[in-house]
């Protein structure tokens, strides 16, 4: 079983911040690594998508990292915009039959 | 593209009812995960399904149940509801014929109210 951690907890940042979230989980035998975003009261959007044969995956201002070896996945976000201000959840499975997700980031970003 | 769709998106039932949950994967994926969220928490597992049989099991309580139908949908039906199942409650799926290399897609849940 995994268990997964992110920290921190919450943050709060002025809009055009750099920043990063980080995520740590048990079990080096991670099969994928999935970060999330959730606005309150709404559902999952899946961001970013890393397979343990990756090291790294990219999507505009996001770019997120695995590090099997460490246990750590970082989620990068440049440039930040209010519009970004939300719950990020990092999740991660073994084999593939279940997700364990992390307790979230709740970002905030100020004007 | 399409999406996961879950049914209804919003429910309100009182204590002892019973409500049942849909969820309408992706097409060509072939598992089903139910996941539940209560206020202020990361998502637990509930159970999940492949090819019509369960794969796995979390923290489903015995008043609930799930399957999943020919067309690969999938129902949790929930009986003697209690305030304490009041939450959102997440499907996604996913295509283990690609190695779940796709990852998981979730549908926009399903919240959940007992009164």
């Known amino acids: 079983k995994q268990e997964v951690t992110q920290i921190p907890a919450a943050l709060s940042v002025p809009e055009g911040e750099n920043l990063v979230l980080n995520c740590s989980f048990t079990d080096s035998a991670i099969y994928n690594l999935q970060w999330f975003r959730q606005d309150p009261g709404k559902g999952l959007t899946s961001l970013l998508l890393?397979?343990?044969?990756?090291r790294e995956q990219t999507s505009g201002r996001l770019n997120a990292s695995l590090d099997k070896s460490s246990g750590r996945s970082t989620l990068y976000i440049a440039a930040s915009q209010p519009g970004d201000s939300a719950t990020y959840l990092c999740?991660?499975?073994?084999?593939?039959?279940?997700?364990?997700f992390g307790t979230g980031t709740s970002l905030t970003v100020i004007p | 593209a399409a999406g996961v769709i879950q049914s209804p998106r919003h429910l309100i039932k009182e204590k002892r009812e019973t409500a049942t949950l849909k969820c309408y994967p992706i097409?060509?994926?072939?598992?089903v995960y139910w996941y539940q969220q209560g206020p202020g928490q990361d998502p637990q597992f509930l159970i999940s399904f492949y090819e019509k049989m369960q794969s796995d099991k979390g923290s489903i309580p015995d008043r609930f149940s799930a399957q999943q139908f020919s067309d690969y949908h999938s129902e949790l039906n929930m009986s003697s509801l209690e305030l304490g199942d009041s939450a959102l409650y997440f499907c996604?799926?996913?295509?283990?014929?690609?190695?779940?290399?796709?990852?998981?897609?979730f549908g926009s849940g399903t919240r959940l109210t007992v009164v």
């Open positions: 996604a799926s996913s295509n283990q014929g690609e190695g779940w290399a796709g990852g998981y897609t």
């Open positions: 999740a991660g499975a073994n084999t593939g039959n279940q997700f364990y």
């Open positions: 097409p060509r994926h072939d598992t």
């Open positions: 890393i397979q343990s044969s990756q």
